[in-house]
């Protein structure tokens, strides 16, 4: 039985502690606020969309009931040149959507907000859908000029009779004056 089978899952708050015994934690499900209460050094069990809206903090260890971890899907961080900042270990690759198990897809559907509402007999196309959507425009090509932006400092801007004067501040150059005269 693979991890895409399972209905619930246990979640720890590797924080919680002797000085702090119990940490509360809010996720939203479903547009509303769920809480789950951690005690130290015990797992919480919660279904499995629920426990997938942890995985992106590191203080947080989610788990199949046998102990199992599940890991979050590796984001890849790149520079102002849009170059990979983090190598990849060699068991993990970067790949597209559609070459994602069910399983695997669930999975990232599920850590994002909303996501909750699918599961693994969502069928594959609507899991790819609400990944693509849930990325938001722009997330794999440039995006669009913004129109309604204003001109940049560096933008050449007409000035009217007299405007060049309230910009300077003054009649003029006196330097520029003095040897027209």
Known sequence: MGKSNVDDLYVMDKTANAVCPERIHEIIVNGKVVSYTFKALERTKMPF???MKYLKHDFMEVTDEG?????????????????????????????NLDELTVGALT???????GGEKFNKRSGRD????????????????????????TADASDAVDMGPGEEEKFFGGEGDSDAESEEG
């Open 49 to 51: 969309a629920h426990a």
């Open 67 to 95: 102990g199992r971890p599940y890991k979050a899907a590796p984001g890849v961080a790149v520079d102002a040149a849009g170059m990979a900042t983090t190598m990849l270990p060699p068991d993990q690759v970067i790949a």
């Open 107 to 113: 999975i990232r559907v599920n850590a994002e907000p």
């Open 126 to 149: 609507k899991l790819i859908a609400f990944l693509v959507e849930a990325r938001g425009p722009g997330s794999d090509a440039e995006s669009e000029p913004d129109e309604t932006a």
